[in-house]
């Protein structure tokens, strides 16, 4: 078969890490969607745990055909040929259902982002077990005071809660990729100690001030406010820290009187 570089299409062959991924969650008659099953490997051991239905979301059109041709006779899998970063989410009508995703390593931290986007308390997903490039996922998890502490992390634990993660060997995979990969599940938070109100605020926060990462805080936060000394006061700020000096809690405040003035 030919794999598409385009597409970032690396398809996970060892079956010792299919069976582990799916041992960390229930989904026994219950709805799970698959983004980018390509052959369809960690999709026939997720058939065998008898979910109540299964969606596929697969952009290549070779591999969406073969995916209908080889699960057609089983009315409880549906499979769509699409772009998952184009599909409109709030289309989906599962209840509480479960996402597993090999995603491919140039969009990944895209289409996580795009499930923080989702996520607010009437979202009905209820568990996300994603697999990532290792160097991204490392930024993730990353906790405050950290060497890989960075935007995706405080992006990801505004909605997210991280459960678990472990490595996955370049070797599990065909083709091989140059490096190797990490495997983490979230859930949901339901209750947060500062509510972001608006996450796309958070995401421009984050990204113009550490576009200056190894700059204090001060010259970013003139971008985004006027009087930078009163919000500094308001909020208990230390313009003279760096970005990776601000924990996520001080970032969700900056963000939400971000968006007492913006549009976005």
């Known amino acids: 078969m030919f794999f598409k570089k385009s597409l970032g299409q690396n398809l996970l062959i060892d079956k010792n890490i299919i069976k582990k991924i799916l041992s960390s969650t229930d989904i026994r008659n219950k709805n799970v969607v698959e983004i980018g099953p390509g052959t369809g490997n960690l999709t026939k051991e997720i058939i065998k745990l008898k979910p109540?239905?299964?969606?596929?979301?697969?952009?290549?059109?070779?591999?969406?055909?073969?995916?209908?041709?080889?699960?057609?006779?089983?009315?409880?899998?549906?499979?769509?040929?699409?772009?998952?970063?184009?599909?409109?989410?709030?289309?989906l009508e599962f209840d509480r259902f479960t996402v597993f995703g090999n995603l491919p390593y140039n969009i990944s931290s895209q289409i996580l982002v795009k499930f923080i986007n989702f996520y607010d308390d009437t979202s009905n997903y209820k568990k996300i077990i994603f697999m990532f490039q290792k160097e991204v996922g490392q930024k993730i998890i990353a906790n405050f005071k950290t060497k890989n502490y960075s935007r995706l992390s405080i992006l990801t634990k505004s909605r997210l809660k991280i459960l678990n993660y472990f490595y996955v060997s370049k070797n599990c995979f065909f083709p091989k990729p140059k490096v190797d990969s990490i495997i983490i599940e979230f859930?949901?938070?339901?209750?947060?100690?500062?509510?972001?109100?608006?996450?796309?605020?958070?995401?421009?926060?984050?990204?113009?001030?550490?576009?200056?990462?190894?700059?204090?805080?001060?010259?970013?936060?003139?971008?985004?406010?006027?009087?930078?000394?009163?919000?500094?006061?308001?909020?208990?700020?230390?313009?003279?820290?760096?970005?990776?000096?601000?924990?996520?809690?001080?970032y969700y405040k900056i963000a939400n009187r971000y968006d007492k003035i913006s549009n976005i």
């Open 52 to 91: 109540k239905k299964l969606l596929l979301i697969e952009k290549d059109k070779n591999l969406y055909s073969k995916l209908q041709k080889s699960f057609a006779s089983d009315k409880s899998i549906q499979t769509i040929n699409l772009d998952i970063l184009k599909f409109n989410l709030k289309d």
């Open 187 to 250: 859930e949901p938070i339901k209750k947060k100690e500062i509510k972001v109100k608006n996450i796309k605020s958070l995401e421009f926060v984050t990204r113009v001030i550490f576009s200056n990462k190894r700059k204090m805080i001060n010259k970013s936060l003139k971008k985004l406010f006027k009087n930078i000394d009163a919000v500094a006061v308001e909020l208990k700020i230390n313009l003279k820290l760096r970005p990776q000096e601000l924990d996520e809690l001080t």
